[in-house]
């Protein structure tokens, strides 16, 4: 079976007073994962048997600080 993946990445910056600024980041890996099986064997011993999955989709949400 053939796979798609994709990641998606975005953030958002907020000026903090003269000097700060804080930014505000998401990013999702897998974003396309439907859960399915990558790799599947079909001889005649093991018709069928799941050999690999798709990865999890991730998410992560992360701040960060500059000044």
């Known amino acids: 079976p053939s796979t798609a993946l994709?990641?998606?990445s975005l953030a958002k910056s907020f000026k903090l007073?003269?000097?700060?600024?804080l930014r505000i980041i998401?990013?999702?890996?897998n974003i396309?994962?439907?859960?399915?099986?990558?790799?599947v064997k079909y001889?005649?011993?093991?018709y069928g048997q799941v050999t690999s999955?798709?990865?999890p989709r991730?998410?992560?949400?992360?701040?960060?600080y500059s000044f």
Do not use: E, H, K
Not at 26 to 29: E, N
Not at 32 to 39: D, K, P, R, S, Y
Not at 43 to 46: E, K, L, M, V
């Open 43 to 46: 001889d005649q011993w093991a």
């Open 17 to 21: 007073g003269r000097s700060g600024d």
């Open 6 to 8: 994709a990641d998606l």
């Open 26 to 29: 998401l990013d999702v890996l």
């Open 58 to 64: 991730i998410t992560r949400l992360g701040l960060r």
């Open 32 to 39: 396309l994962v439907t859960g399915g099986a990558n790799g």
């Open 53 to 55: 999955v798709v990865g």
